[in-house]
């Protein structure tokens, strides 16, 4: 019970990483907050929490909205008196190549990831200050390294990063911690999406150092390590959660077997 009586916000928490880390969270005694524009699916994982004994509620937030953001907190705050943990999650990628990237599908890679982000942040402070207490960002090795076609939400992830380093040494003076987990690739259903083939799977599986694409629930645990008081002297900290994949310089057919 690493989380009990601590209350979190989990964004994007209707499918993939955010809906198993609400659930680890709930497994660990936290009073967890699902958030995500669509309710349907929230309200689903919050059954499941539910039936296994946890505390949980859905509420529908366009993190992109600042309105929407400042009801999302103030509704936790009602519902459960207090605010500790803050994990942004919520994400939109909108795939473009630079030459030919609209100025709009530009800043939507930057609305949800980003300036959500802030937005949580900034309207989470004043409990966070009050309580001492943390906030994960997830970010993506794309903040980390160039892909084809990403660069929108590569921007938008590597701002993530650089807004987790400014906000723990803005905030830790009053105990508030800020870290980011950097996924690489996990079968999540927009990853199942781009490769929905065992072909293709197996191909992404075995271009990794450790031979296989990430279970969800192995960065849902990273996540609650960092919201945690384990990490109660860890800040500004970027802990990458990858297979491998940014440790490895690709030497082409060099072999030293």
Known sequence: MRLANK???????????????????AEEGAKVVLAARRLNLL?????????????????????????SVKQLVAATVQAYGRLDIVVNNAV??????LASHSSKSWRQN?????????????????QLKANKGAVVNVASVC????????????AAKAGMIALSRSAAVEWGKQGVRVNTVIPGVFLTPPTLG??????SQAATAQSLPLGRIGDPVECA??????????????????LVVD???????????????
């Open 92 to 97: 939109l990628m909108v795939p473009g190549m």
């Open 7 to 25: 209350v979190a916000i989990v964004t994007g928490a209707g499918q993939g990483i955010g809906a198993v880390t609400a659930s680890r969270m």
């Open 194 to 199: 781009l490769m929905p083939d065992a072909q």
């Open 110 to 126: 930057f609305q949800v990831s980003l300036d959500g982000a802030m937005f949580l942040m900034r309207e989470s402070y004043a």
């Open 221 to 238: 645990n990273a996540i609650l390590f960092l919201a945690s008081d384990e990490a109660s002297y860890i800040t500004g900290a970027d």
């Open 243 to 257: 297979g491998g994949r940014t440790a490895e310089l690709n030497t082409g057919t060099a072999s030293w077997d």
């Open 43 to 67: 309200e689903e994982v919050v059954r499941e929490i539910e039936a296994a004994g946890g505390t949980a509620m859905a509420i529908s937030c366009d993190v992109s909205d600042e309105e």
């Open 143 to 154: 903040g980390l390294l160039g892909s084809v076609g990403t660069a929108g939400y590569s």
